[in-house]
């Protein structure tokens, strides 16, 4: 942990993804109200500091997930905040894709949203987006029935 105050940007990467594997390794044992303190204030305040067009944002963004998974509930106090901001980087990065101009506006369909990135050309996105899909899937799928055919669609 005292590597946060004193690494710079290329070692910071390395340290969230050595946070990451522990988080992987250890799973369960890492929700503990002592652990959660020390992870997740020094990960929160790092996630602070970056702004949305940050590149450094993105291997913080995947400790996260698998902080994620190892609290579970234990993450909660903090994944709204992490989830809407996720959602802002998205929605600005599609709108800079079509129109650079629109770019600072937001766009409000969380659903057509992640249809978008279902369909974006860059497999990268297309494979993040249908994690995200199968995670909602399993968590809260009445949420996508709205839009559940157009999805069906795009996957086949």
């Known amino acids: 942990m005292c590597a946060f105050g004193k690494y710079q940007r290329w070692n910071l990467i390395i340290v969230y993804d050595a946070i990451g594997t ?20 020094l990960l929160f305040a790092k996630w602070q500091q970056l702004s949305n067009s940050e590149k450094d944002i993105f291997p913080l963004l995947e400790c996260f997930t698998s902080i994620t998974h190892a609290l579970g509930s ?3 106090q903090i994944s709204q905040p992490v989830f809407q901001r996720c959602l802002d980087i998205i929605q600005i990065q599609l709108l800079a894709k079509v129109d650079p101009v629109l770019a600072g506006f937001r766009l409000t369909k969380n659903l057509d949203l ?3 990135c279902c369909m974006d050309d860059g497999a990268d996105i297309c494979q993040s987006a249908f994690s995200l899909l199968g995670d909602l899937a399993r968590v809260c799928p009445i949420h996508l029935s709205p839009r559940l055919p157009d999805f069906l669609n795009v996957a086949a």
């Open 114 to 116: 992640l249809l978008q």
């Open 74 to 76: 234990g993450f909660s």
């Open 22 to 41: 522990l988080a992987d390794v250890v799973g369960g044992e890492l929700n503990e109200p002592k652990y959660i303190k020390i992870l997740m204030t």
